[in-house]
Each structure stands twice: as C-alpha cells, then as structure tokens.
C-alpha cells in the first residue's frame, strides 16, 4: 500500500472495542486510553467522537431515539396511538442475530454497573420524550401534560421490563417480549391478567 492519510477511525470500531474491554476486565478498569489503544487511535481522537467512555455505551441507545423519533413521524393518521407505539418501539429494536451478543453485554453492563446505571436518567429521559411528543400530538395536549408523560413513562417502563426479562430467560428474540409487554399496557394488562387466572 502507498503512503497517504490513515483510515479514520469511526465511532462504531470504538464502541466494539470499549464493549470487548468492558467485557472482559469490567468497566470501572478500563480507561478512555486503553480504547484509544485497543482501536489504534490517539486519546484525542477518542474525544472526538465521544466525550466519556460512558458515552460510548450509550451511543447505540441514543441512535435509537432517534430512530424512534423518525418512525413516529412516518405513522399513519389512522393507526391508533398505542398500536403506533408498539409498532415503532418493536421495529427500532429488531436486531440481527450477529448483534445480539452485543446487546446483551451492552444491557447487562448497563444494568449491573453503579456508575453506568447513574448515567442512565438522561438517556431514558430522552427515550421516553420521544414516546410523549408522539402521544401529545396525538392527543392535542402539551407533551409535558399528565396523559403524554404518563403514556411515556409508562411505555419506557413496560420496555425496561421487557429488557431485564429477555435477559434473564435468554430464550427468545427481543421483540416478542416487547411486544407482548406493550400489548398488554396498551390493552390496561386486562388480556394479561387473565391469562395469569
């Protein structure tokens, strides 16, 4: 190969190699120059797409509100609100199965580190806005109303639930148990409870 200008490093071989660190000697044992090392870059370099190695964890989620903002955007007039949201919530989180290792480690990491599950309110807090402003321009009301807040803490809160059982069971894809958590919130859990009869 000639001389010239390195690759760029993206943000995304950061992330894989933060991820393969935090794995593997945890995350509070592992510095923003071990990353910077491990992808072949410089510590400033690190900088410029992340501000935190904590960042670089929720940089995936954060994308995905995002996407959720977007997709909300696309919903049809006629599809009634709580199907809207189940719908988009479940197809921003369809995964393929190569990157389901990933999700994983990144979810557990999230869920069992102090520092990182303090870190968390302001990635969930832009998560669950995204649901609210859907729902208030639905229902005609400002999105820091009771109803829009409600319907996105709510929905925030059943996913969360989603999560944590997808994780422990471990036995099916993500997004059945998403649906069937957001489903049931959509439905007041009337078809849930009587199922547990």
């Not at 999700?103 to 557990?108: A, D, K």
Request: net charge positive; charged share 25%.
């Amino acid at each position: 190969m000639g001389r010239g200008r390195p690759r760029e490093t993206s943000a995304r071989e950061l992330e894989v190699v933060a991820l393969r660190l935090f794995a593997s000697q945890g995350f509070a044992h592992t510095s923003v120059e071990q990353i910077a090392a491990g992808a072949g870059v410089s510590k400033r370099t690190f900088f410029r797409y992340f501000d935190s190695k904590t960042a670089v964890l929720w940089h995936d989620f954060d994308n995905e509100v995002a996407q959720l903002r977007e997709a909300f955007a696309a919903v049809p007039a006629k599809t009634p609100m709580m199907t809207a949201i189940r719908e988009v919530v479940v197809s921003v989180n369809r995964y393929r199965a190569e990157d389901i290792p990933e999700l994983r480690t990144r979810m557990r990491l999230i869920s069992s580190d102090p520092e990182l599950s303090a870190s968390a309110a302001l990635h969930y807090d832009a998560w669950e806005r995204a649901v609210s402003e859907f729902a208030a321009s639905r229902l005609g009301t400002p999105a820091d109303s009771l109803h829009p807040l409600a319907i996105g803490r709510s929905t925030l809160a059943a996913c969360r639930a989603a999560y944590d059982t997808w994780l422990a069971k471990a036995d099916a894809d993500l997004t059945t148990y998403l649906a069937a958590a957001l489903r049931a919130l959509g439905s007041g859990f009337r078809s849930a409870m009587l199922r547990s009869r």
